[in-house]
């Protein structure tokens, strides 16, 4: 046996000053930024059109007969065949002999047609009770790379699919989002920045009047605000590839609302900075348009994601089978009571001395996610943050796989991903990782739904005892 004379040393010894400086480039000033901005912006724009038409949009593929009646339309295939025989006016696909392919606004009528003369017993569209307001789902934590933005992704076109109709609001500057959805997005007057602005506006109308009449000088009323005084969430709200999704986008400086918000608040201490978005949504009748809302927040605790967890019914925390993640997250729920509970005790207190009742942040449900799953490593570590966090968790975890990898280098979600391209056992797998989120997502939506309905119909029957409400989720269906 022979040995080396000479122990390889590590790469970090020997390392020759000289050179090194020689490998460096001048001193970086500010401009240089700008210039590496400039190539990470054209470099973005050119990945992010991988996934584009070639008119510079993005499209939603087609959906084969396997998949519509696999995953969208509890049907057979032979009989979902004889139906669009019989049935010339309903959409027939396109494509030769039985392999047909259909658009998901084809998928859609075709729902609404089996929903009318189908089984009764068969889910055809999903449910929503008649007279109650869409749901608000927003996906938070601070900390970055947990899977945020593409849990959400995936779940606005989970929902899209089942048939629900979703508005997206990308409140996270990067845009992430906004890519994903294909959304084109100039300036910070394309975002939710005047949403807020217009909301802060209104309450320095409301201000001002009452100082006019106590002969006081008005609150300073600028340019930006009496623009934004003329915004519409309508203004901003822009269709996506997908037919029931829309969305309202993000860009980098929506950030600049981190610093306005504070500015305001500043200005006038009664305006309720965090109750923002939650107006808009309900003063221009969204909630009554679509059935989801969903919110994608930064990786921070700011005004933004204050402003989303304010107006949400369900939270929603993806995190990392990691010991870093577990600690952040719960770092996390540490900071979401201080701030609230902090807002909570301020407000009271005035409310108190004005006798009014108090007010108190409350969510329908909260689930944390464990993302990027390998179950091989991680299934301890899994373990014990189930444990720790207890009803909080999900019961799935999602699982990382190559076709999720395959898809987010396409800037696509993987319901956009044409199943050819896969074996089809690799195709089931990975589109499973986030069918089974949904189907956990879902379950929540729904219960939560439910429960509003219960007490719905027992404050209508308390208010009138001879009105009864018998509403099944059956009866109850709607073509979401």
Known sequence: ?????????????????????????????????????????????????????????????????????????????????????????????????????????????????????????????????????????????????????????????????????????????????????????????????????????????AENRVREAEGLSPLPFDETLSEARQVSARDIIQPTHWPNIDLIGAQLNLYWAEFQVPVWRMQLRSWPLWDALTSCLEDENLLNEYDIVLLDTPPALGYLTINALAAADILLVPLGASFLEFDSTGRFFDMLYSTFASIEDGENAARRRDGLPEMRFEWDAVRALVTRFDANQQTDLANVIQAYFGDFMTTYRQEFTAMVGQAGEQVNGIYEADYREYNRDTYVRGRETFDRTWAEVKEVLLGTWWRDQQMANAEAEATDPTQTTQDTPTEDRTNG
């Open 1 to 205: 046996m022979t040995s080396s004379s000479k122990t390889d040393q590590p790469p970090y010894f020997n390392i020759d000053p000289a050179k090194a400086a020689a490998g460096l480039s001048q001193p970086i000033d500010t401009a240089r930024f700008a210039k590496a901005a400039a190539f990470a912006a054209k470099g973005r724009d050119d990945l992010a059109r991988r996934g584009y038409a070639p008119d510079g949009r993005k499209r939603l593929r087609r959906f084969s007969t396997w998949e519509v009646c696999r995953y969208l339309i509890p049907v057979a295939p032979a009989h979902f065949r004889r139906v669009l025989k019989a049935h010339p006016d309903l959409p027939q696909g396109t494509g030769e002999g039985n392999s047909k392919w259909f658009t998901l606004e084809d998928v859609l009528r075709l729902r609404d047609h089996f929903a009318a003369e189908g089984v009764a017993s068969r889910e055809y569209r999903p449910w929503r009770p008649e007279g109650l307001p869409a749901k608000v789902i927003a996906v938070a934590n601070f900390k970055g790379g947990v899977g945020k933005t593409s849990t959400a992704a995936h779940l606005a076109m989970s929902a899209a699919l089942d048939g629900y109709r979703v508005l997206v609001i990308d409140l996270d500057s990067q845009g992430s989002m906004t890519s994903i959805m294909g959304g084109q997005v100039s300036d910070e007057w394309q975002t939710a920045f005047p949403l807020l602005a217009k909301d802060y506006a209104q309450h320095v109308e």
